[in-house]
């Protein structure tokens, strides 16, 4: 299984009526000022090379921030991309996807064949549980925040408790991390503290995110539970942790416990970090 994040696609042809006095036209002057140059399509399409070269994945995580303004227009051009990735896709937007407020009919629910059309979902593949949250909402300028609803975090809670008795290797997918001091305050998740604590009471066996577009391995906050991002898919940058990267994980169930082996790559295919550890079946219910 593959995990990428934070591709921030080519812009299609959009009616720029939709930046005027928003959020957007602030991104856009960065966008037009720094992001395009280093956020480059060139270096995705090398990114989806790698990927492809691997033929034994069953998915491709998607942890985000796949358009840069969250417009109509985006989310219908980036329907095709996620069409021709190399695997099929199972996607939680971020915060470039939700920049300012937006119908679902013309945003989230064009994306629900990949995703789910509430949060959390699950989708199960063979013996692993993706579950996908929702962590990004429309944020004042100069902040991208993140924020989990009670509604997300009770329904979390049970499903990580079914699913672990059900002895399924439980994978949470989320688009900021939740852990502190990995983003300054005003990108973080503002509610780290209690999807920490659900984590820590019921267990998990991974979280990956996007954001920070950074290729980190920590831990979640408060727990030992392995805590993994990626650089942005798109990136341009001499700094190996920065440059476009992408995990591939390998779930193998043994007798008692779930082992995970985490082998990460960069744009050109070579290989970055190798990691692996592992976790008992139906830990910390």
């Known amino acids: 299984m593959a995990h990428i994040s934070d591709p921030h696609l080519p812009l299609p042809s959009i009616p720029w009526t939709s930046f005027f006095l928003n959020k957007r ?16 399509p060139d270096i995705n399409k090398r990114l989806l090379k790698s990927i492809q070269s691997v033929k034994t994945l069953s998915n491709i995580l998607v942890s985000g921030d796949i358009t840069n303004f ?22 939680v937007p971020g915060n470039h996807d939700i920049m300012v407020p937006i119908t679902p009919e013309k945003s989230l629910a064009l994306w629900k064949e990949w995703s789910g059309e509430s949060y959390p979902f699950v989708r199960l593949i063979g013996h692993v549980a993706i579950i996908g949250l929702n962590s990004a909402l429309p944020t004042p300028p100069f902040t991208a925040y993140g924020y989990l609803s009670k509604s997300q975090l009770l329904e979390l809670e049970s499903l990580l408790e079914t699913l672990g008795k059900q002895g399924y290797c439980r994978v949470v997918m989320i688009h900021h991390p939740p852990k502190k001091g990995l983003l300054k305050k005003q990108k973080s998740l503002l509610n780290t503290n209690k999807l920490s604590r659900i984590l820590q009471r019921r267990g998990a066996e991974l979280v990956v995110h996007g954001h920070s577009h950074n290729a980190t391995v920590t831990t979640v906050e408060n727990t ?47 290989i970055m970090t190798q990691k692996q550890w592992s976790a008992p079946i139906g830990g910390l219910l």
């Open 25 to 40: 036209l602030l991104s856009a002057l960065l966008w037009r000022i720094k992001r395009q140059h280093c956020l480059r």
């Open 70 to 91: 969250g417009t109509y227009e985006e989310y219908l051009s980036s329907r095709s991309w996620l069409q021709r990735l190399p695997a099929p896709p199972i996607v």
């Open 224 to 270: 030992d539970i392995p805590l993994v991002g990626i650089g942005a898919a798109s990136m341009y940058s001499h700094c190996d942790h920065r440059q476009a990267s992408w995990n591939h994980f390998i779930f193998t169930p043994q007798t008692n416990e779930h082992h995970i082996q985490l082998m990460r790559y960069n744009y050109e295919g070579e």
